[in-house]
């Protein structure tokens, strides 16, 4: 969408100092107010700043984001800042004389008519994500979403032709759906067990729920999936806590209901559930060798990777009956997603070993129907671990 395009946009705007004064940076992500999708979004620096000034710095941010990206939208702005919305509104007087130079370039840039909102803090975790990586250093300046949102939705919808779905003969597809049914499989954000590195099963295990870390991870991804949300018909979650959490996160970025698919859930690791690996290998260290590499052995006494296989197609057959011809999300686990891919692209289930998926990570797969009797089923798979752009740093905390 050309910055012409827009006609009302909405910012939101936070700002934080780690010490007050200390190290201080801003978040603000500028968003099309009729579509919800993100237009560009900034987590900068600022030196050695007070909180005030970090808010203040954010909402001048903001601004600017807005002359250069929607020059002739209405603006609303939302800040979990009871001073800068009162002080901007004109309610309150501007009484810290470090604060008026800002004042003054944040009333030159905002455009007439516009409004400011104060909303509580778990209203703005966007842009206090966006805080928190610029001063843990994962982030510096400004991300347009316009090409990466563009990217995203032609990585996942673009059209795949039966022929291309795999190798063998085309004969018989002639006839094949025209339009996919495609999954987008997304983990679920860390736990305290995934930090601790620790066995975490299905509905039979200790069943951890996300950490903070997990939450803004799921947020991250279910934002970046945002701009498809007309798109997607479902959200779909294994029916285990950290699943669901992460799901109702998701679901409420998109604006859609959850379903629940059992098939989907972790493996359950019997005995061996909530126990580190180390714990593991020092009480059952034959039974984790025959485990490790191993298709048929259940860890401590739990499901082989081959019950789990069969539970997961089981699942898989439901939602593609279910939603045929259709976009879902599909928010599951390490083992099923895994599973799935390797089913996906006809590889051996071993094949679950040398992946790596990341917490909170996408994954895309498409099936196809067609066949001489209409019944046979192809896939493709569009997408594998990816992450939302600017939040590269999860990949690099792929824990199990």
């Known amino acids: 969408m050309s910055a012409d395009q827009h006609q009302r946009v909405l910012i939101e705007a936070d700002g934080g100092s780690r010490g007050n004064p200390g190290p201080a940076a801003y978040g603000v992500v500028l968003t099309d107010a009729d579509t919800g999708a993100v237009i560009a979004e900034e987590g900068t620096t600022i030196g050695v700043a007070t909180n005030n000034v970090a808010e203040y710095s954010g909402l001048v941010a903001g601004l600017r984001l807005a002359e250069e990206h929607a020059p002739r939208a209405e603006i609303e702005v939302r800040m979990d800042s009871k001073l800068v919305v009162e002080q901007m509104s004109g309610r309150w007087r501007v009484k810290q004389p470090h604060l008026q130079p800002l004042v003054e370039e944040a009333h030159q840039l905002a455009p007439a008519g516009t409004t400011y909102t104060w909303v509580p803090r778990e209203q703005n975790t966007h842009a206090d994500r966006l805080a928190n990586e610029a ?4 982030r510096s300046g400004v991300t347009l979403a316009a090409d990466d949102v563009e990217s995203l939705i032609e990585e996942i919808e673009s059209p795949a032709p039966a022929s291309d779905a795999a190798p063998a003969p085309a004969r018989g597809w002639a006839a094949s759906s025209g339009t996919p049914t495609t999954i987008i499989l997304l983990r679920h954000g860390v736990t305290p067990h995934t930090l601790e590195k620790r066995f975490s099963g299905g509905l039979a295990s200790s069943n951890p729920g996300l950490s903070d870390e997990g ?3 799921v947020r991250a991804a279910a934002e970046w999936l945002a701009p498809l949300a007309e798109r997607i018909d479902a959200v779909i979650a294994s029916p285990v806590r950290r699943t669901l959490e992460s799901a109702e996160i ?23 559930d909530g126990m580190t690996f180390a714990e593991v290998a020092e009480r059952d260290g034959d039974d984790l060798d025959a485990w490790l590499g191993s298709l048929d052995v259940s860890p401590g006494g739990g499901e082989s990777f081959l019950v789990v296989e069969e539970r997961v197609l089981a699942g898989l057959q439901r939602v593609l009956d279910a939603h045929a011809g259709q976009t879902v999300v599909v928010v599951s686990h390490v083992t099923p997603i895994k599973t799935l891919v390797a089913h996906a692209v006809q590889a051996p289930l071993g094949s679950v070993f040398r992946m790596e998926l990341a917490p909170a990570s996408v994954s895309v797969v498409s099936f196809f129907t067609g066949g001489r009797d209409g019944t046979e089923q192809r896939a493709s798979m569009r997408m594998f671990n990816a992450l939302p752009p600017g939040n ?5 905390a792929v824990r199990w």
């Open 215 to 217: 939450r803004d991870q």
């Open 250 to 272: 998701v679901a409420a970025v998109l604006g859609k209901s959850i379903e629940v698919e059992p098939g989907f859930a972790e493996m359950e690791f019997g005995t061996w």
């Open 392 to 396: 590269d740093a999860f990949s690099g």
């Open 135 to 138: 001063l843990d250093g994962r």
